[in-house]
């Protein structure tokens, strides 16, 4: 078997007649001796003077069988021993599904609501700014990837099988295409039935879901078991749930700051986390297309997106997040702060593309009154941030600035649209931000519209504050060859909430290795 690369103009199809006489150069044989060939990667190319989709294929010779991915198989665990898992994000998710493979009855504990519940206090949220604090853009059945886009980054093989992840995804009701594509991306008007088929699986084959249920306890007992406590929202009245099991798997994700709390509370191992601060940058996408087909784009080609990365006085500066076609959402997780996040669905079609650009923020990086915290020094940071934005509005409308005037530190006289829904009101953003982020993001846009991306750089651009959930601002150090809490044995720290993910795939790969490990 052989991999070769070819590329044909966008709104074109590969051809048998295409491939096949490269196939069989590659592989050293007649063309009569070429099986089969499969797409196994496609991007887009604006590169050259056509617009290109670039393929990587793989084809084999007749006397070559080419292998195969299995799905896994899930067992029947109506009677088996249980592990509780502790959140149904990414992480929560697929470690619940490979203990079904494993023979584990997985038990899923998640303070929030159903993902089709949900929806109904995320609508709350965007129109009347009430922040329901376990059931919204970031709590509740899929985790904050649900509704925020569901990309796919993660392509390297580090962390395991990322076929694992995306053959699953597939079976479940996502599109195929997320198997060829460089970008894969789901769609946050798709994801939650794939969610939701997910949890009936886990349901069908004996698995239990416990919702509206968050966890405020958790206990080692002397027999070695671990109980859970959790209390239960809904009815009228708060009540308690107990939970046992010699293995949980701890899922939180990375907004779940009573966790930390309770770790820290009990002295269990912690450790401060390096984050990312920043804005929301949203541009009009038919400037996007623009600028990264170099004014080419048809509307038959897939909208634009865009990244970059670069350093700004030995901190990073990055994109983060790219929605296009996409609008901007509120995800706070608690009244009185501001955060904003971004999304699109499966056709991307929206009149604005947004996209996170953050500054890197090490420990070192924070103000010394931050020392007395600890573990949980760079938590309050982040939570004083957010703070700091909602009281300048004292509402979920976002401050923001246009992105030049930004740049140059002058008040925007007025604001263009946004997509976000509760709305804009202009502000200094300039000194709203901490000032080593302001200032490096003051250098980093000029750069980037003059040296990468010609034309972002404009006073058509919108900046809003903050982008803040990047990632965890706390790690629960667990240990590296059984994945165990350092503190807590049988408890496995797990995703993007104990520090060790940054997205879809790599979290349901750590849910993944958690769950083999046990």
């Given at each position: 078997?052989?991999?070769?690369?070819?590329?044909?103009?966008?709104?074109?199809?590969?051809?048998?007649?295409?491939?096949?006489?490269?196939?069989?150069?590659?592989?050293?044989?007649?063309?009569?001796?070429?099986?089969?060939?499969?797409?196994?990667?496609?991007?887009?190319?604006?590169?050259?003077?056509?617009?290109?989709?670039?393929?990587?294929?793989?084809?084999?010779?007749?006397?070559?069988?080419?292998?195969?991915?299995?799905?896994?198989?899930?067992?029947d665990v109506h009677n088996a021993e249980p592990v509780l898992v502790v959140g149904s994000g990414p992480a929560g998710m697929f470690a619940a599904l490979k203990l079904l493979t494993r023979g584990f009855k997985p038990i899923v504990i998640e303070r929030g609501k159903?993902?089709?519940?949900?929806?109904?206090?995320?609508?709350?949220?965007?129109?009347?700014?009430?922040?329901?604090?376990?059931?919204?853009?970031?709590?509740?059945?899929?985790?904050?990837?649900?509704?925020?886009?569901?990309?796919?980054?993660?392509?390297?093989?580090?962390?395991?099988?990322?076929?694992?992840?995306?053959?699953q995804l597939v079976q479940f009701g996502a599109d195929p295409d997320i198997l060829l594509n460089a970008h894969p991306h789901i769609g946050s008007d798709r994801l939650p039935a794939v969610v939701e088929r997910i949890r009936q699986c886990i349901l069908e084959h004996?698995?239990?879901?416990?919702?509206?249920?968050?966890?405020?306890?958790?206990?080692?007992?002397?027999?070695?078991?671990?109980?859970?406590?959790?209390?239960?929202?809904?009815?009228?009245?708060?009540?308690?749930?107990?939970?046992?099991?010699?293995?949980?798997?701890?899922?939180?994700?990375?907004?779940?700051?009573?966790?930390?709390?309770?770790?820290?509370?009990?002295?269990?191992?912690?450790?401060?986390?390096?984050?990312?601060?920043?804005?929301?940058?949203?541009?009009?996408?038919?400037?996007?297309?623009?600028?990264?087909?170099?004014?080419?784009?048809?509307?038959?080609?897939?909208?634009?997106?865009?990244?970059?990365?670069?350093?700004?006085?030995?901190?990073?500066?990055?994109?983060?997040?790219?929605?296009?076609?996409?609008?901007?959402?509120?995800?706070?997780?608690?009244?009185?702060?501001?955060?904003?996040?971004?999304?699109?669905?499966?056709?991307?079609?929206?009149?604005?593309?947004?996209?996170?650009?953050?500054?890197?923020?090490?420990?070192?990086?924070?103000?010394?009154?931050?020392?007395?915290?600890?573990?949980?020094?760079?938590?309050?940071?982040?939570?004083?941030?957010?703070?700091?934005?909602?009281?300048?509005?004292?509402?979920?409308?976002?401050?923001?600035?246009?992105?030049?005037?930004?740049?140059?530190?002058?008040?925007?006289?007025?604001?263009?649209?946004?997509?976000?829904?509760?709305?804009?009101?202009?502000?200094?953003?300039?000194?709203?931000?901490?000032?080593?982020?302001?200032?490096?993001?003051?250098?980093?846009?000029?750069?980037?519209?003059?040296?990468?991306?010609?034309?972002y750089y404009t006073n058509d651009a919108l900046l809003l504050g903050v982008e803040s959930r990047t990632s965890s601002p706390v790690r629960i150090p667990r240990d590296p060859q059984t994945l165990e809490s350092l503190s807590v044995p049988g408890l496995y720290p797990?995703?993007?909430?104990?520090?060790?993910?940054?997205?879809?795939?790599?979290?349901?790969?750590?849910?993944?290795?958690?769950?083999?490990?046990?």
């Open positions: 078997m052989k991999q070769i690369e070819l590329a044909c103009k966008i709104g074109k199809e590969l051809t048998d007649e295409m491939v096949r006489p490269v196939a069989a150069k590659a592989l050293g044989v007649k063309a009569d001796k070429v099986a089969s060939w499969r797409v196994v990667r496609r991007s887009v190319d604006a590169r050259g003077s056509d617009i290109l989709y670039r393929y990587k294929v793989e084809a084999w010779r007749t006397d070559e069988t080419p292998e195969a991915y299995r799905l896994p198989e899930y067992l159903d993902v089709h519940a949900r929806k109904f206090d995320m609508a709350a949220l965007s129109r009347e700014g009430v922040v329901h604090p376990d059931s919204n853009f970031c709590f509740g059945e899929g985790g904050a990837g649900t509704f925020s886009d569901g990309k796919l980054f993660t392509r390297s093989s580090k962390r395991g099988d990322i076929r694992e992840v995306l053959y004996g698995g239990e879901y416990h919702f509206g249920t968050r966890v405020v306890e958790i206990e080692r007992l002397s027999d070695g078991q671990l109980k859970l406590t959790g209390r239960v929202s809904g009815g009228g009245q708060d009540a308690e749930a107990m939970f046992t099991a010699r293995k949980v798997i701890l899922a939180t994700g990375h907004s779940a700051r009573d966790m930390y709390e309770l770790f820290a509370r009990k002295g269990w191992a912690l450790e401060a986390k390096g984050l990312a601060i920043g804005v929301r940058a949203e541009h009009p996408q038919w400037l996007i297309n623009k600028i990264q087909y170099h004014g080419r784009w048809q509307p038959f080609m897939p909208v634009a997106e865009y990244s970059f990365v670069t350093q700004v006085e030995g901190r990073g500066v990055f994109s983060f997040c790219m929605c296009p076609g996409g609008v901007l959402v509120p995800s706070a997780t608690a009244a009185g702060e501001l955060v904003l996040n971004g999304m699109s669905n499966s056709a991307r079609n929206g009149k604005w593309a947004n996209a996170g650009v953050v500054v890197q923020v090490e420990p070192e990086d924070v103000p010394e009154e931050y020392a007395r915290y600890g573990a949980l020094s760079m938590m309050h940071y982040q939570a004083d941030i957010e703070k700091k934005m909602f009281s300048f509005s004292d509402s979920l409308k976002a401050p923001a600035q246009r992105m030049m005037d930004f740049c140059r530190r002058i008040p925007s006289a007025n604001l263009p649209a946004t997509s976000y829904h509760p709305g804009a009101v202009t502000a200094p953003l300039h000194e709203l931000l901490p000032e080593s982020v302001s200032w490096r993001l003051k250098l980093a846009f000029p750069y980037v519209g003059n040296k990468l991306m010609h034309g797990c995703g993007e909430g104990a520090g060790y993910a940054g997205g879809i795939v790599s979290s349901a790969l750590d849910g993944i290795a958690c769950a083999a490990m046990i």
